[in-house]
């Protein structure tokens, strides 16, 4: 069975500053790994997707992740953070036993002060 | 991009009601929705595949005869909590895969908050 692991449930960094979210992930098969943001009263939105193509992903708003088989690592990453990076965000993989399902990781709150 | 829509954002009932939630997909047909709960501070955990035309696929430990799910189109998936309890009181989102690839992006819904009294 697959899961996913957010080390630190909050993270607090100043405008500018890099930000890094942490994601481990543990799969008996290759995985697909997603990273989802979630804006206070929206839903959750697609940054990025690794699907065993190119280990450095890129994503939307500036983010990218890496994906490292030997660490079991997928982390978010954004070199300057902006104010309105501020949000919940989630790194999720598939549930191969419940077709295109995803597993989530229990969120990272990301704070970024001025 | 791909929309997800649910209704009611929002619903406060009493206890021993029943509420529906409604997810419909806006510009694409979805032959497979998902329904999600989500705790406060907590991820989301899913609790059945809704799948268009047939039976809906539930999770380990949720009861499948209080959470009514229903796929009457390919657009339109709901689900009904059946006697609502303060228990039940979450936030419920669905998602749905514009196409059926297993990465392909699922599009999630605003999310739906259920107080129970």
């Known amino acids: 069975a697959q899961s996913v692991t957010q080390l630190g449930s909050h993270v607090s960094v100043s405008e500018g500053a890099l930000v890094l979210l942490r994601c481990n992930y543990s799969?008996?098969?290759?995985?697909?790994l997603f990273w989802y943001v979630q804006y206070p009263n929206q839903g959750l939105q697609l940054l990025l997707k690794?699907?065993?193509?190119?280990?450095l992903v890129k994503g939307i708003n500036g983010f990218e992740a890496e994906f490292k088989k030997s660490e079991t690592s997928f982390h978010l990453t954004k070199p300057s953070a902006h104010m309105s990076d501020a949000a919940e965000y989630f790194c999720?993989?598939?549930?191969?036993?419940?077709?295109?399902?995803?597993?989530f990781g229990k969120g990272t709150t990301l704070s970024v002060s001025s | 991009g791909a929309v997800v829509s649910q209704h009611p954002s929002r619903v406060i009932c009493k206890s021993g009601t029943s509420v529906k939630i409604e997810c419909r997909s806006l510009d694409f047909q979805a032959t497979t929705m998902f329904w999600y709960r989500q705790f406060p501070k907590k991820s989301l955990m899913l609790m059945a595949t809704s799948n268009e035309g047939s039976k809906a696929t539930y999770e380990q430990g949720v009861e499948k005869d209080k959470f009514l799910i229903n796929h009457a189109s390919l657009t339109l998936s709901t689900l009904t909590v059946t006697s609502a309890h303060p228990e039940d009181s979450s936030f419920y989102i669905c998602s749905a895969p514009r196409q059926q690839g297993v990465t392909d992006t699922q599009y999630f819904g605003p999310g739906t908050r259920l107080t129970v009294l």
């Open positions: 690794y699907t065993s193509a190119a280990t």
């Open positions: 999720a993989v598939i549930n191969d036993e419940a077709g295109t399902a995803l597993i």
């Open positions: 799969s008996s098969v290759p995985p697909y």
